[in-house]
T-cell receptor, first 110, second 113 residues
Framework: GDSVTQMEGPVTLSEEAFLTINCTYT??????LFWYVQYPGEGLQLLLK?????DKGSNKGFEATYRKETTSFHLEKGSVQVSDSAVYFC?????????FGDGTTLTVKP | DGGITQSPKYLFRKEGQNVTLSCEQN?????MYWYRQDPGQGLRLIYY???????QKGDIAEGYSVSREKKESFPLTVTSAQKNPTAFYLC????????????FGEGSWLTVV
């Protein structure tokens, strides 16, 4: 079946540091790929998505590129802020149900 | 604004009680889902429904029940058979196009007292 593996956390960075959270997937066919963000005590919100190979999703300074050859969808941001502290989930949606990674907790210190 | 409304935000259950979590959406989505999230953990699928009057078990359905009598509503009942129900519960929906975004509610905290 489908699966998503993302970088284990927690990740702690200083403000303005570069962020990478790795995500790789296993799926049949051509799934859509997503990054969701969850702030404390809240539901998940869509951060960005990509629906086909080589697409780049971007939002709020975050980017991720759909790499079919490496089955990856790594999340990056050039300069993180304290307000980016949250849990980040990588997910895929193919022909079946959505599949989520286990989440990566990011803490950004001033 | 369209979205998903979950209620209550906080709920306390005594041993042996059944409790029901409400989930309503005005996005006109066909598919709805219930997930459980334990502290510091990922999401686990409890039940899902792709159309009115039909639903399927997810990965951890034991001790839970659902109904889907209306397109807008997908309530989750946590029964007394669920021995460890303390968790954060998330309702979600998506439209029939399987490639689209999942939209989540704000979640409900259930605590056993």
């Amino acid at each position: 079946g489908d699966s998503v593996t993302q970088m284990e956390g927690p990740v702690t960075l200083s403000e303005e540091a570069f962020l990478t959270i790795n995500c790789t997937y296993t799926a049949t066919g051509y799934p859509s790929l997503f990054w969701y963000v969850q702030y404390p005590g809240e539901g998940l919100q869509l951060l960005l998505k990509a629906t086909k190979a080589d697409d780049k999703g971007s939002n709020k300074g975050f980017e991720a590129t759909y790499r079919k050859e490496t089955t990856s969808f790594h999340l990056e941001k050039g300069s993180v802020q304290v307000s980016d502290s949250a849990v980040y989930f990588c997910a895929l949606k193919g022909s079946g149900k959505s599949t989520f990674g286990d989440g990566t907790t990011l803490t950004v210190k001033p | 604004d369209g979205g998903i409304t979950q209620s209550p935000k906080y709920l306390f259950r005594k041993e042996g009680q059944n409790v029901t979590l409400s989930c309503e959406q005005n996005l006109n989505h066909d598919a709805m889902y219930w997930y459980r999230q334990d502290p510091g953990q990922g999401l686990r699928l409890i039940y899902y429904s792709q159309i009115v009057n039909d639903f399927q078990k997810g990965d951890i359905a034991e001790g839970y029940s659902v109904s889907r009598e209306k397109k807008e509503s997908f309530p989750l009942t946590v029964t007394s058979a669920q021995k460890n129900p303390t968790a954060f519960y998330l309702c979600a929906s998506t439209d029939r196009d399987g490639r689209n975004t999942i939209y989540f509610g704000e979640g409900s905290w259930l605590t056993v007292v």
